[in-house]
């Protein structure tokens, strides 16, 4: 079976990171914002298992599953979080969320 | 035994800081009386620590009679040469124990006195606190054993000096006053680095055994600098020409303070520093000379300006600088001891005056002007003949304490070959009888009381009982010298044991002595004479040598003189430049640069605009910028790197 | 002990052991008892405190690595450790004064500050990317949400939404450095990245580039630092007082590994760290200018605080490491007694959050306002002051290490300068009288009377006679 080359699974990767980062910015919604910041990590992940295949070493992959142990973690956490926001505005858009600035 | 008191050393000097620190913190929180009791406290322990050590110094031999304390805190600052070190560690050796003796001893006396001499004051914990803050940076002055420290404690009493010259701080003089002494004595303050400087170039080290270990490799000329810088420092806090015109007005401090700082302590302190450097006048004597006429000039120049004043406390003040003057010239000449020894009594006797003369004031409400008393020995027979003992002490007369230290010091110039010195220092005591018993008959005796206030007799047992005690000192005080038994000099022999004039003050010259006692004797009698018997004596005096009176009462013009020198030509510059600059060019120059700070500040809040996507959007921008400025630098340090 | 091949030296995890078990038995306390007061909890937390540092004392100047050389007790891990544990404790001392009735469970609340710690603890520690991010992630899932327990001020839940979204995003730049930097060194190890960081592979400059921009994130390093103001400030007094002073010796801790163990004497590499040190010094002390509300200003000073600190890293130098610890124990002693002092008036409520707050306080809580002053002199870098020679310690680093070492030293002093006036203008309105002040009543409480009494000893002491703790700073190492 011919083997995918690691610069493809680094661009693809470099991509997923760029549409998350673009994602975080456009959305005003705090929740596809957590969707875009997971597409984020989960580049990472594609990176370092690509890495790991490509150097036959185990400690990339371990560190893609704690990633993904942490965004579970981090995933309750922010929604917990939003979901509070939520109950005393009935709204959740970001931009309505400033009281504090300068 | 011996070892507790040689352990217990460094709390002679803690004591006194705790005392300070303890009212400071606490002392709105308790009672007044507890406050002083804290102050009496620990000068007290400081005291008894004192006398116990002295116990366990003065009978050892000469050899073993210097004793450091363990060195603490011999760390760096990282930013002083790797080669200066400066521990901090106490010296003990006879002449700083008999320093500590008189700053605790006295100290302690003039404590008791201000529990209710100051009682109706309301700064009275204040008040504490500044005299223990004051000894504790006595103690620190005399017990250091390094220059640098000794500057601590210098610039420390210098302080406390301003502090409680300053204490009546609604009174605009008082005020002035003490930043006249405070303005004085850093003038001296600046002296003494110079000369730890020169030292320091030339030994590499500020401490005394080093210093003192290479006088012989410094060379006369810089030796003679580092003499004549010390002085500027010794005469500025000891009121010696050309300095001494801040101590006149120091009277204005609570008549306590006068004792203690202006005249018993404190303006010593330059006699001090000139003993303990004397290895530095040994080997310089061009600076020895100078100090030595310096001494004898204030001597006779201060003694002249004390026949002619009215403010009881600033007669006692010109007498202070007048018998500084004399120890000057008593180390100058190189007589330490003897200049040591009139430290030792004058602190008693002059103490003792300002005491009974606190009294008179604070029977009379506070005036202090003798023209307005007279007639109060019946009233305050206690002032009197504690005033009296103390008179007849700084006159000189046979067996007061005064006798015997002025009539060693005048023997040793006499010795030393310093014929003008000597004619003045025998003239000044003529001088010294004449004015102290112009003050006692003024006050206590020739005719009625003259003043309006009421005279409130006095009880107070704190009050007496201290000058009590000093009246006896000042009496006993001299024994300690007697014919073929001179113990003093015996004690302090470790310290000047290299002094190339060992004087015994045990050998008396007879006809010398005889004479002074009889100059110090024509001078009460011509003060009775003209102020008891017949008055009008001295009015007539008083008239026809009108240009002297003046000179005398306005001190020879030193302050106009030092105001048309220095103070005008700095405050009419300082006004053309305000009116020039301040206005439109520094003031302006912060103001544009604060407006200039707030635009930055509030492009930097304005940022801050409380969206997250800005946030984001920022982060993301920033992160975009590093990284490229980032590949750019690399990119040309690899690009650098390769051939 | 060994266990499956994975060695385990419990003298080096002894700290966060001794945490792990205070934390899971403040949770069990809770559990048990009903309605333990929260003064009992957060003893036990303090207790832990206590035996964390006694765990700690005997690895004092010791260099040792264990679970098979993934974690270390060595220089760059034994004086942060310390920071963060006294920060621990000097936090729940404040916390001890919140309202009883604001709805939070004091229990968990406790426990997430402990397990906060251990995650600062693991990031000092830690020698493989995996147990920086390990550490990173532990310590900032816990912040999160404690930044939002301040209810009922929206003010609290604004700062919990922006900082865990911000947060997250920093995380994910920070995988993706790690992700490349393993992929440029084909390993998660400090050590063999030094290999790479000596020809600079584009994947390495890249990677690290990323890395530094979730780190700088951390540290409110300027232009990542637009978060701080608002998370500062809307989170409850304690948290951020937390937040200034754990996070940043966590985060300088790795900072500083990385510097000394990946980079060496090369400057090159690390030009984007002098960068961001210089833009934050001038932002930090330029925006907090205009401040109002204390809280904020502290928050921009912190992030001036943070260029500060990087100076001591400049040079790379022998002694780079202690200046930065003894600026950083300086920074917790005057950062964390600034904090109390604002807890303590306010009574753990916001009500001495604003500057008009402190008008002529000297004359109404004299000895609450001297020792204000002092910390915030300190902040501002006077002479007798820990933070006067914290800054001559920096500036001797900077001025050692080369043109941007100079750089860097100049805007430090730019900077200090600028926040004189800043910190003064507190310090002007405690001390001018005012007619018709009420004294203050509230802030009495012992608890909160002890970090200011550690934080003024400790700023004096520090200031006066520093040779001391810099030699047992420098010889932790």
Not at chain 2, 318 to 329: A, H, N, R
Not at chain 3, 206 to 219: H, S
Request: aromatic letters at 14%.
């Amino acid at each position: 079976m011919p083997q995918v080359p690691l610069n493809l699974y680094l661009e693809l990767s470099a991509v997923l990171f760029i549409i998350g980062v673009i994602g975080f910015l456009l959305r005003r919604n705090p929740i596809t914002m957590l969707m875009a910041i997971e597409l984020m990590w989960n580049a990472g992940n594609l990176a370092f298992i690509a890495f790991a295949r490509n150097f036959i070493d185990m400690s990339g992959q371990v560190f893609a599953f704690l990633v993904i142990t942490v965004a579970a973690a981090e995933a309750a956490i922010a929604l917990a979080i939003v979901v509070m926001v939520f109950r005393r505005r009935e709204n959740a858009d970001v931009d309505d969320i400033s009281v504090m600035r300068g | 035994m011996a070892d507790f008191f040689l352990g217990a050393v460094p709390l002679i000097l803690l004591f006194p800081l705790v005392g300070a620190a303890t009212i400071a913190l606490f002392g709105p929180y308790v009672q007044r009386s507890a406050s002083a009791f804290i102050g009496c406290l620990s000068i007290g322990l400081s005291f008894l620590l004192t006398v116990g050590t002295s116990f366990v110094i003065f009978p050892l031999s000469p050899a073993q009679q210097t004793l450091y304390t363990h060195s603490k805190f011999v760390g760096y600052w990282a930013h002083l040469p790797p080669d200066l070190i400066i521990g901090f560690r106490l010296l003990i050796d006879p002449l700083s124990l008999l320093w500590m003796l008189i700053i605790t001893g006295v100290g302690l006396l003039i404590h008791v006195y201000s529990v209710s001499y100051m009682a109706s004051d309301k700064n009275y914990r204040t008040f504490f606190a500044y005299m223990n803050l004051f000894v504790f940076t006595m103690l620190l002055l005399v017990m250091a054993d390094n220059f640098l420290w000794l500057l601590v404690g210098w610039g420390g009493v210098g302080l406390a000096s301003y502090l409680l010259i300053g204490f009546y701080y609604d009174r605009p003089v008082a005020v002035l006053a003490a930043r006249k002494a405070l303005i004085m004595n850093v003038i001296g303050d600046v002296g003494i680095m110079l000369a730890m400087f020169l030292m320091y170039a030339h030994v590499g080290s500020v401490s005394y055994q080093n210093v003192f270990g290479h006088v012989a490799t410094i060379g006369t000329s810089a030796l003679t600098w580092i003499g004549v810088w010390l002085l500027l420092g010794a005469v500025a806090k000891s009121a010696q020409l050309p300095l001494q015109t801040w101590l006149p007005d120091a009277m204005e401090g609570p008549t306590p303070v006068s004792a203690l700082i202006h005249a018993a302590t404190m303006v010593t302190a330059g006699v001090y520093l000139i003993a303990r450097a004397h290895p530095i006048y040994d080997n310089a004597p061009a600076a020895a000379e100078l100090v030595a006429v310096v001494g004898g000039v204030t001597a006779l120049f201060a003694a002249t300006i004390g026949c002619v004043q009215y403010d009881i406390k600033r007669v006692l003040a010109y007498s202070t600088m007048s018998q500084i003057g004399y120890m000057m010239l008593a180390v100058g000449a190189g007589a330490f001891a003897a200049g040591a020894f009139h430290f030792m009594t004058h602190a008693f006797f002059k103490a003792l005056l300002f005491m009974s003369a606190g009294i008179v004031i604070h029977a009379l409400g506070g005036e202090q002007d003798i023209r307005k008393m007279g007639g109060l020995a019946t009233r305050l027979p206690f002032a009197y003949w504690t005033f009296l003992v103390g008179a007849v002490a700084i006159a000189g007369i046979f067996p007061f304490a005064g006798f015997f230290s002025k009539d060693a010091i005048i023997d040793a110039v006499l010795k030393l070959h310093h014929p003008y010195l000597f004619v003045f220092t025998v003239v000044a005591a003529g001088l010294t009888a004449f004015y102290m018993f112009r003050l006692v008959f003024l006050t206590f005796l020739t005719g009625a009381y003259r003043g309006d206030h009421e005279v409130h007799a006095e009880t107070e047992r704190t009050m007496t009982v201290p000058v009590a005690i000093l009246a006896v000192l000042s009496l006993i005080g001299g024994w300690i010298v007697l014919p073929h038994h001179d113990e003093l000099s015996f004690l302090l022999r470790s310290t000047f044991a290299d002094a190339p004039f060992p004087q015994s003050m045990a050998d008396f010259n007879g006809w010398l002595s005889f004479g002074v006692l009889l100059i110090a004797l024509a001078g009460i009698a011509f003060a009775w004479v003209a102020y008891q018997w017949r008055p009008q004596i001295a009015a007539a005096l008083h008239r026809s040598l009108g240009g002297v009176h003046a000179l005398l009462t306005n001190a020879y013009y030193f302050d106009t003189i030092y105001h048309w020198l220095f103070e005008w030509p700095v405050l009419a510059l300082a006004q053309w430049l305000r009116d020039a600059f301040e206005v439109d060019a520094v003031d302006a120059l912060p103001a544009l640069a604060l407006r200039a700070g707030a635009y930055f500040g509030s492009l930097s809040n304005r940022w801050e605009t409380g969206y997250l996507r800005r946030y984001g959007l920022t982060f993301v921008v920033g992160a975009a910028l590093l990284l490229f400025i980032y590949l750019f630098v690399a990119h040309g340090a690899t690009a650098g790197a390769a051939p | 002990m060994t266990i499956q091949g994975v060695n385990f030296d419990f003298g080096i995890l002894g700290p966060i052991s001794v945490l792990v078990i205070t934390g899971l038995v403040v949770l069990l306390v809770d559990l048990v008892g009903r309605a333990v007061p929260r003064v009992v909890l957060y003893g036990i937390g303090v207790a832990g405190c206590a035996g964390a540092f006694i765990a700690l004392a005997p690895l004092y100047g010791r260099s040792a690595t264990t679970v098979n050389g993934a974690f270390a007790t060595d220089r760059f891990s034994w004086g942060f450790s310390a920071v963060l544990i006294f920060t621990l404790a000097v936090t729940l001392l404040l916390s001890s004064l919140r309202n009883a009735d604001d709805g939070n469970s004091p229990a968990s609340y406790a426990a997430l500050l402990i397990f906060c710690t251990i995650g600062g603890l693991i990031m000092a520690g830690a020698t493989t990317l995996i147990g920086i991010f390990l550490g990173i992630e532990e310590l900032s899932l816990a912040l999160y949400v404690l930044a939002g327990t301040g209810y009922p001020r929206p003010a609290s839940e604004e700062a919990a939404l922006k900082y865990v979204l911000l947060g997250s995003l920093a995380s994910g730049f920070l995988i993706y450095g790690s992700a490349l930097l393993y992929g440029s060194a084909g390993s998660v190890s400090l050590s063999a990245l030094s290999a790479a960081a000596s020809s600079l592979p584009l994947l390495f400059v890249i990677g690290f580039g990323l890395l530094l921009v979730g780190l700088a994130f951390k540290l409110a390093l300027s232009p990542f630092h637009l978060w701080t103001p608002d998370v500062y400030e809307g989170s409850p007094i304690a948290i951020t007082a937390y937040m200034t002073v754990a996070v940043k010796a966590a985060t300088f801790a790795v900072l500083a590994r990385f510097v000394y163990t990946v980079f060496g004497h090369d400057s090159v590499a690390l030009v984007p760290l002098w960068l961001l040190a210089i833009f934050s010094m001038l932002v930090g002390s330029f925006g907090a200018l205009r401040q109002r509300n204390l809280k904020r200003l502290l928050a921009y000073s912190s992030i001036a605080q943070a260029g500060f600190m990087v100076v001591a890293l400049s040079g790379v130098g022998e002694y780079g490491l202690s200046s930065l610890l003894f600026y950083l124990v300086a920074y917790a002693l005057m950062n964390l007694g600034a904090f109390a002092v604002i807890a303590m008036l306010g009574d753990g409520d916001e009500a001495y959050a604003d500057i008009d707050a402190y008008r002529a306080l000297f004359y109404r809580r004299p000895w609450v306002a001297v020792a204000l002053t002092l910390f915030l002199f300190s902040l501002a870098g006077i002479p007798g002051t820990a933070g006067f020679y914290g800054k001559v310690l920096l500036l001797e680093q900077g001025f050692a290490g080369g043109p941007w070492g100079i750089a860097l030293a100049l805007a430090l002093i730019a900077g200090s300068i600028v926040s004189i006036y800043v910190y003064f203008q507190v310090v002007w309105a405690m001390f001018v009288p005012q007619e018709g002040e009420q004294p203050v009543t509230a802030g009495n409480s012992w608890l909160t009377w002890v970090p200011v009494a550690v934080g003024v000893a400790g700023v004096v002491a520090l200031g006066v006679i520093p040779q001391v703790f810099v030699s047992i700073v420098s010889s932790s190492m």
